[in-house]
């Protein structure tokens, strides 16, 4: 498989602020494949599940023609999260089971060694955690796939700053949101934390800025990417993780920051213009996102 997420898969159950429920497939890891999927067909997930997600979302990896040959039986119930919605458009996000039921289902690193030797693009969604980086980076020292670390919120603190440095600087890209990077440097000095992440050694650097686009960081350049026009967020659920894989497949095949970060913010804006993920990404879709990323020039799907 050309593409490989490391992230959860789970079902988000949400509540609405008028008391209806609905169940929908949901988790980063989902919403990185949605990313992936619009420009590439040769994706899967690495992860834990339980033994109903089959029964509960095998339709929607079947109707989108994904592989589920990567996931791994570990419980006999997957992850849940209630996802409550309030009138002011804020949210709480709990799992229904716990987090040690959650993390019990997490891929470890040494799960992914096999994917090192045949993958060329890796997304894991994750924190600093070294019990899974050591033995990951040891692994990866001998294989050319490009990984592509989005940090998860929990582990941008200040204490963490040079953990998270040197495991981004062993990778071949790096995703934070502004917020996170902010916690993370102790410092609202946009140009300062720019400048210091264009020292970090990735090839590159996606910074997400919400409704504000994105900067893309090279060691030489730092670009700047508005977000797409005219998009009507229903909901920003998964937007910076499909922007993240986008922006993953992007750099793997060999595409400008400006472009890679243009398929980020394609791939955001297809997520968020509905509660969870797309029902088809069709064809249709898959077309219009190249014609918008590339122009009079197109873009080859993979």
Not at 198 to 215: D, H, S
Request: hydrophobic share 35%.
């Amino acid at each position: 498989m050309k593409y490989i997420v490391v992230s959860a898969v789970v079902t988000d159950e949400i509540h609405f602020p008028d008391g209806s429920v609905r169940a929908a497939p949901g988790g980063a890891g989902i919403y990185a494949l949605c990313g992936i999927r619009l420009w590439c067909d040769e994706v899967m997930a690495v992860t834990g599940i339980g033994e109903d997600y089959e029964r509960l979302h095998g339709e929607w990896y079947r109707r989108n023609h994904i592989s589920m040959e990567g996931f791994c039986i570990r419980d006999a119930r997957s992850p849940r999260t209630i996802v409550e919605y309030f009138p002011d458009g804020e949210r709480v996000e709990t799992p229904a089971l716990g987090p040690a039921h959650f993390h019990a289902l997490e891929t470890t690193g040494e799960e992914l060694r096999p994917y090192l030797d045949t993958a060329e693009g890796m997304y894991i969604f994750r924190n600093t955690d070294l019990d899974f980086w050591t033995p990951f980076l040891e692994k990866k020292k001998d294989s050319s796939c490009k990984v592509m670390w989005e940090l998860s919120a929990d582990a941008a603190r200040r204490e963490n700053l040079e953990t998270v440095r040197n495991i981004a600087g062993q990778l071949a890209a790096f995703s934070l949101n502004m917020t996170e990077a902010k916690s993370l440097f102790a410092t609202s000095d946009r140009e300062r934390i720019i400048a210091e992440l264009g020292t970090w050694g990735p090839e590159l650097i996606f910074l997400r800025q919400g409704a504000k686009g994105a900067v893309m960081i090279t060691s030489e350049e730092a670009v700047e990417v508005p977000p797409q026009p005219n998009v009507r967020v229903v909901d920003e659920t998964g937007g910076g993780n499909s922007s993240t894989g986008a922006v993953l497949c992007g750099l793997v095949e060999g595409r400008s920051p400006k472009i890679c970060g243009r398929m980020g913010s394609i791939s955001a804006a297809m997520c968020i213009s509905q509660y969870g993920v797309p029902e088809v990404i069709s064809e249709e879709m898959r077309k219009e996102a190249r014609t918008r990323a590339m122009g009079k020039v197109g873009y080859q799907t993979c």
